[in-house]
């Protein structure tokens, strides 16, 4: 079965910690697409990376950092020096190639970033 | 440029009665998703639509609920009669080309309660 674990449900952290958020994927697909969204408490959902199955290059972007590990089916999100605008709900999401053209996601992690 | 566009925001009606929720996808872009978020199933996709022509409705949970596109800047979602258990933000999304590997764009959500 394809699916999406974020067995984190919550994480509170305080401000200017490191935190990880884990994503773990299931598929039998070659090709296929990861992503991660954020969800602030306005509840809008805000895109933030998509990473395809064949670069498994690390991406930074600002205080963001994501390792994609296929050997481990892992795609996991961390926040250096985290802030409180960073309090939000992350989704790790997958789209399993041409097979469905669906987004199958996680079940969120609420980060709360103590001040 | 601007983003997807739904509204309304929030809607409050009452067991029965007919809602519309309205979606502008973001311009050029030839797919469209209607998504719904509830505490008890996470995120689900209801229905997808590519060219305005729906592609798979597999999600969508009755006949009380339908979705059009009858051109490429306009989708509703629309529940009739409603109930309460439809209480949830729908999102309404789009992407370009194939959804499979571009980026999902969600609109802020329609809040929906049925009281």
């Known amino acids: 079965a394809q699916k999406v674990t974020q067995a984190q449900t919550e994480i509170s952290v305080v401000e200017k910690e490191d935190v990880t958020l884990d994503c773990v994927y299931e598929?039998?697909?070659?090709?296929?697409?990861l992503f991660w969204y954020k969800q602030p408490p306005s509840g809008e959902l805000v895109f933030l990376i998509r990473?395809?199955?064949?670069?498994?290059q690390n991406e930074i972007s600002g205080r963001y950092s994501w390792n994609f590990q296929k050997s481990t089916s892992s795609f996991n999100f961390t926040i250096t020096a985290s802030q409180v605008v960073d309090s939000a709900v992350y989704f790790c999401?997958?789209?399993?190639?041409?097979?469905?053209?669906?987004?199958?996601f996680g079940t969120g992690t609420l980060l709360a970033v103590q001040p | 440029d601007a983003g997807v566009i739904q509204s309304p925001r929030h809607e409050v009606t009452e067991m029965g009665q007919e809602v519309t929720l309205r979606c502008k996808p973001i311009?050029?872009?030839?797919?469209l998703f209607w998504y719904r978020q509830t505490m008890m199933r996470g995120l689900e996709l209801l229905i997808y639509f590519n060219n305005n022509v729906p592609i798979d409705d597999s999600g969508m949970p009755e006949d009380r609920f339908s979705a059009k596109m009858p051109n490429a800047s306009f989708s509703t979602l629309k529940i009739q009669p409603s109930e309460p258990r439809d209480s949830a933000v729908y999102f309404c999304?789009?992407?370009?080309?194939?959804?499979?590997?571009?980026?999902?764009?969600f609109g802020e959500g329609s809040w929906l309660t049925v009281v």
């Open positions: 311009s050029g872009h030839d797919y």
């Open positions: 999304a789009s992407s370009s080309h194939r959804p499979s590997g571009n980026t999902i764009y």
């Open positions: 990473r395809n199955s064949f670069d498994e």
């Open positions: 999401a997958s789209d399993y190639g041409g097979a469905t053209n669906k987004l199958i």
């Open positions: 598929t039998r697909d070659t090709t296929y697409y």
